[in-house]
């Protein structure tokens, strides 16, 4: 009670509480703001600024964006390494195995080209005994028919001619492995012929018949030889 009376009974304050009284304030405000304000700017809503992240949180989410990506990353140069081994190994394999097959091709040329140089060795020596050999045998035929000295004695010297140009080429050609028999048997009846036709031209030269005998029978067996070595020679071919 208030020690005036006369002001008691003007007033009588009842008591409200603190949040009323605080939600009376603050609609009164908003009401003076909604009188006082513009009509034109009640059409522009009501802008409210947010908060700028903090820089803590910026290099946060920097950071998180990083590691992800660095995990992907990681991952897709992981597949990229496992399959780029593969493909290598696989290009390894492959490679050898073209080493071994290119390998095995140089092996087979080489086989070849061996061969083929053995072939032409062959076929030089046989060329040059079917050269020489073929006027030696008519030079021996052309002796067993003459009949006067001036023929034989022609046909001897022509022989010893033949089977001396015969025994040069035979030294000097190549020799294949498998006819080195047959070629030292032609080597030694080509010497016995040369000397026995030699011993005949003298016989004839001094009209020395146990010569012209002797060197004639020495023909026979040296041309039996050569005969022979012939024969071995078409034995070493096949």
């Known amino acids: 009670m208030a020690l005036n009376q006369e002001v008691d009974g003007i007033l009588t304050l009842a008591p409200q509480p603190i949040g009323a009284e605080s939600q009376q304030v603050e609609d009164a405000v908003t009401a003076a703001a909604s009188s006082t304000a513009p009509a034109s700017d009640q059409a522009f809503p009501l802008i409210v600024a947010k908060p700028k992240p903090t820089r803590e949180r910026t290099l946060m989410t920097v950071l998180a964006a990083v590691t992800a990506i660095g995990f992907v990353a990681a991952g897709s140069l992981g597949y990229l390494l496992y399959a780029t081994t593969g493909q290598r190994d696989v290009a ?13 091709t140089k092996q087979q040329v080489s086989d ?6 053995t072939r032409q060795v062959t076929a030089n020596y046989v060329a040059a005994f079917v050269a020489n050999d073929g006027p030696v045998q008519s030079d021996y035929a052309q002796l067993g028919a003459c009949s006067d000295y001036g023929s034989c004695r022609t046909a001897a010297q022509q022989a010893l001619s033949d089977l001396q140009a015969f025994q040069a080429q035979r030294s000097a050609a190549i020799v294949p492995a498998n ?4 070629d030292a048997m032609l080597g030694d009846g080509l010497s016995a012929a040369i000397a026995a036709v ?6 004839m030269d001094k ?23 012939e024969a071995a020679l078409g034995a070493g071919l096949k």
């Open 198 to 203: 030699q011993e005949l031209i003298s016989g």
């Open 207 to 229: 009209n020395d018949e146990n010569k012209i005998t002797d060197g004639a029978n020495k023909l026979d067996d040296a041309m039996l030889s050569i005969g022979k070595a």
């Open 92 to 104: 390894r394999q492959k490679l050898a195995a073209t080493t071994v097959s290119l390998s095995a």
């Open 112 to 117: 070849l080209q061996i061969d083929a140089a």
């Open 179 to 182: 006819l080195k028999n047959s």
